[in-house]
């Protein structure tokens, strides 16, 4: 099965051969060996080089939302349409916060207006019994916080709105 995706600005071609519960996937050049189970219909266990990683997988309409170790990663299928069209799918993956799967919000680790880095927690959002915090993936300012602690969010809501930083 081959597909391609786009995270960020950056576009994959992924090939993933099953063969019972042992995948080996290909993104571009480098490939894996994974072993696979499928825990629930949104929980995925791997086994990577020794290593094990829960997945947590939502889908909707053209993306798929994948956290891992509280890495939350935005993978969208590319649409014909969008060829250099600035503010388009790719990027609001960036600047529009939400969570991988419905959960309940747990604390917010910024507020409007504040700068954050790359790689900095924003929210802690609880899915599956289990609290994710969700980094940025840029440097940024926060533009808006749209819930609060102990509200309630479904996927496709938009948490935190990120504006990003000016680089001059």
Do not use: W
Request: net charge negative; glycine share 10%; charged share 30%.
């Amino acid at each position: 099965m081959e597909h391609e995706l786009r995270l960020g600005q950056e576009l994959f071609r992924v090939k993933i051969d099953d063969k019972g519960g042992r995948v080996r996937a290909t993104i571009g050049e480098g490939t894996r060996e994974v072993d696979l189970e499928i825990i629930s219909e949104n929980c995925l266990s791997l086994l990577i080089e020794g290593k094990t990683y829960t997945a947590y997988v939502a889908r909707d309409d053209n993306r798929r939302y994948v956290q891992i170790g509280g890495e939350q990663y935005v993978f969208e299928e590319p649409q014909e349409e969008v060829s250099g069209v600035a503010g388009g799918p790719a990027q609001l993956a960036e600047t529009e916060i939400g969570p991988p799967m419905p959960g309940k919000v747990v604390k917010l680790l910024v507020e409007e207006e504040q700068k954050v880095a790359a790689g900095q927690g924003l929210v802690i959002v609880e899915a599956m019994k289990m609290e994710n915090e969700i980094k940025s993936t840029i440097e940024a300012i926060v533009k808006r916080v749209n819930f609060s602690a102990g509200d309630l969010v479904n996927l496709g809501d938009v948490i935190i709105e990120l504006e990003p930083a000016d680089k001059s």
